[in-house]
Nanobody, 127 residues
Framework: QVQLVESGGGSVQAGGSLRLSCAAS????????MGWFRQAPGKEREAVAR????????YYANSVKGRFTISRENAKNTVYLQMNSLKPEDTAMYYC????????????????????WGQGTQVTVSS
């Protein structure tokens, strides 16, 4: 049974940093797409950052480029999201997602293409 467990959320002031972790079990994501999505109240879930674990190719939403970094540690089957220079508009529930099917190295922003999701971790940024 595939399970994704997120950790690392919390409350910070604007300009602060947080590091999210997503530990996967039940499937080895060695050549797959994994990503971080977020959903604020009243808004749709949006892709924040994705990574193709086979080669470490990364993709970012324009709103987080230069501030967030996604990385992976294949030996631990874990993906991270380092978030720096946080802004109040980054406040949301953050979800880890993974696609166990090999689709190549271009990782989609479409949520329905990811077949495993974590339970979410709250990130709150105050001004």
């Amino acid at each position: 049974q595939v399970q994704l467990v997120e950790s690392g959320g919390g409350s910070v002031q604007a300009g602060g940093s947080l590091r999210l972790s997503c530990a996967a079990s039940g499937h080895t994501y060695s050549s797959n797409c994994m990503g971080w999505f977020r959903q604020a109240p009243g808004k749709e879930r949006e892709a924040v950052a994705r990574i193709y674990t086979g080669a470490g190719i990364t993709y970012y939403a324009n709103s987080v480029k230069g501030r967030f970094t996604i990385s992976r540690e294949n030996a631990k089957n874990t993906v991270y999201l380092q978030m720096n220079s946080l802004k109040p508009e980054d406040t949301a529930m953050y979800y880890c997602a993974a696609d166990s099917r090999y689709r190549g190295s271009i990782c989609s922003t479409v949520t329905s293409l990811y077949n495993a999701w974590g339970q979410g971790t709250q990130v709150t940024v105050s001004s």
